[in-house]
């Protein structure tokens, strides 16, 4: 069998020999297939065994082949028995105190049973693994995965035997230069197998992906395709809406692909109404059941319209931790806490910062009536000069787009934050990298987040060369935090190099601890809940002279675990921007962004 996870998937390129020579002759994982929760699954999660690797070694000790003692000259060193248990999902960090500012390696392990069938397929599917992954089956490696928030998967048809079979993978968060995020980042390094891991169970040829969406521009044409995976590809395809007595069909041609195309008379999903409906596909050998709901998100000019109605984005700004908590967040109730503190605040958008988020929070949040904003770690300072990185950033957006391109909610994917013009070849590789997001995915609005622009004077010079390319522009701005307000903020001007555009704030703030007070006059005035309040107020004031102001995004919701916040009176690890505290309590700021969109 081909040592590769998947061979269809793998690109012949001519940097195919110098991939696999830098990576180490790394297996390669295959983009996890559409709608795992629909699928018949066997759950891996609950506690597995590990062996913690602070030296780095296991890999020189082979840890996955589990060697025993013949002799009593056989001393095993690397060994999973009598070690300590951890959960998954769940990251490492938070789970033994030795392991809280760990960033390295963690081996897991996990027996499972399984029944063979020659009738079926069998995958390994990993939500995500954050950030290198290497995967064993029964003392083989079955392939790896660069990258802490998509998932990916193997198929393990050839390998998992009769009987128990044994799981080891090696969880590895160490920060890489040519990484995505690099070395540098602004939030806790959560590790380990931090989504789910499922079994899952096809038939010989099944639904592989598929896309139902509406057109572009469109309220009631659904455009969009099928593919099959299997011997037997070309087969005839269903579609059914049952809310809608709506039943379409199409076939696949030889290549398992089928293009969809139909019109309907659909409720639109909205954040006043956000409907969705159970749709049904069904192939001759498979059946995979979604909830899709239908929208059309698009620019207009100066304005972004929302089912061909201008709407304001009233949104915040969210990152992947459970603030009660203090660990990495995946489940339905991690979702529900984050997102229903968004709506508390009167929120119609979610920006899911600065990588995608767990499929728990992008489904809640379309339930909620909550559109989201869904980013790429591409993340101030990366090496884009590494002839690895743009391949990198590829794959990323491919498997972001893979799992949610069927969640309506989802109405903006962000392709980078607070890159830099001057690093080597950033503009070239941005602007590719978004060329080839629109050309996958061309229904939703594609910007890039930018903190380039100049203040002096009280006035704004805004320019990129990615605005050039970008739907909406994107601008964080912290003004009376790290920069000072250089004049009234209703006198702010604004100067766009393009200003024919949306503009979206999509960060600004400060920092204060909740119960901090101070006077004016007292030296620590800048970490007081006053002194947020009042950036929040002058912020609000400087928005009614944006011109194009088409939404905001203040940073953040939740105060949030940071290695680089480490002033020991205020912050003692956190970044202190949210406009709640780590316990939920409520800023005086939150008061007055709860004001604004209301009025909004």
């Known amino acids: 069998m081909n040592k590769k996870a998947d061979k269809r998937g793998l690109k012949k390129t001519g940097l195919f020999p110098l991939i696999m020579l830098l990576l180490g002759n790394y297996l390669q994982a295959q983009t996890a297939m559409a709608n795992v929760e629909s699928r018949h699954l066997s759950s891996l999660n609950g506690e597995w065994q590990v062996i913690l690797d602070p030296a780095r070694i296991g890999e020189w000790k082979q840890v996955w082949l589990e ?183 199409t076939e696949s041609d030889s290549k398992g692909y089928g293009s969809v195309e139909f019109d309907s008379n659909l409720k639109l999903w909205s954040p006043e109404n956000p409907k969705l409906y159970k749709v049904i596909i069904e192939s001759e050998t498979d059946t995979v059941v979604d909830t899709i709901g239908f929208r059309c998100i698009e620019v207009q000019g100066t304005k972004v319209l929302l089912n061909k109605k201008e709407i304001f984005l009233k949104g915040v700004n969210i990152h992947e931790e459970n603030p009660n908590k203090g660990a990495r967040a995946y489940s339905k109730e991690d979702a529900l806490l984050l997102l229903n503190s968004a709506k508390e605040l009167g929120c119609n958008l979610v920006r899911l910062a600065h990588y995608p988020h767990n499929e728990n929070m992008v489904r809640e949040a379309e339930k909620m009536g909550l559109m989201v904003w869904s980013e790429l770690p591409v993340y101030q300072f990366i090496q884009f000069s590494d002839s690895l990185v743009p391949k990198k950033m590829e794959t990323m957006l491919k498997e972001m787009i893979r799992r949610d391109k069927n969640r309506c909610g989802i109405v903006v994917w962000s392709l980078s934050n607070e890159t830099y013009p001057g690093t080597p070849n950033r503009n070239d590789a941005l602007v590719k990298l978004t060329q080839k997001c629109r050309a996958i995915d061309s229904t939703r609005l594609i910007t890039h987040v930018i903190n380039t622009q100049s203040y002096t004077n009280n006035s704004f010079n805004v320019w990129d060369t990615l605005y050039k390319y970008s739907d909406l522009v994107a601008i964080n701005e912290y003004i009376g935090w790290y920069v000072p307000w250089q004049g009234k903020p209703s006198d702010v001007k604004w100067n766009f190099a393009y200003p024919d555009k949306p503009v979206f704030i999509s960060e600004f703030g400060g920092e204060a601890l909740y119960g901090s007070n101070a006077q004016p006059t007292d030296e620590a005035s800048g970490w007081t809940e006053e002194y947020q309040k009042q950036i929040y107020v002058d912020q609000i004031e400087m928005f009614k002279t944006i011109p194009n102001l088409c939404g905001i995004s203040p940073w953040l919701l939740f105060d949030y675990k940071s290695l680089g916040r480490m002033n020991q009176v205020y912050q003692k690890g956190y970044n202190r921007k949210g406009l709640l505290s780590e316990k939920g309590e409520k800023k005086e700021a939150w008061y007055i962004m709860k004001e604004y969109y209301n009025k909004n």
């Open 67 to 249: 060697k025993k003692p013949q002799k009593k000259t056989d001393f095993v060193e690397y060994s999973f028995d009598g070690g300590p248990m951890l959960k998954v999902p769940g990251d490492f960090n938070s789970q033994l105190p030795e392991l809280t500012y760990l960033e390295g390696i963690v081996w897991y392990k996990k027996v499972f049973h399984y029944k063979s069938n020659n009738e079926k397929r069998l995958f390994l599917h990993f939500g995500s693994v954050n950030y290198l992954a290497e995967v064993y089956l029964n003392g083989e490696k079955i392939g790896s995965h660069e990258g802490g928030f998509t998932p990916f998967q193997f198929e393990i048809t050839g390998k998992v035997k009769e009987g128990d079979n044994t799981l080891i993978v090696k969880a590895d968060n160490q920060r890489l230069q040519s990484g995505l995020p690099g070395a540098g980042y602004d939030w806790f390094n959560f590790g380990g197998i931090t989504r789910e891991v499922n079994l899952i169970e096809t038939g010989k040829t099944f639904i592989e992906d598929y896309a139902v969406q509406l057109k572009k521009g469109s309220l009631n044409k659904v455009l969009g395709w099928i593919r099959l995976n299997g011997i037997n590809a070309k087969q005839k395809i269903k579609i059914k809406i049952p809310e809608l007595n709506k039943s379409y069909k």
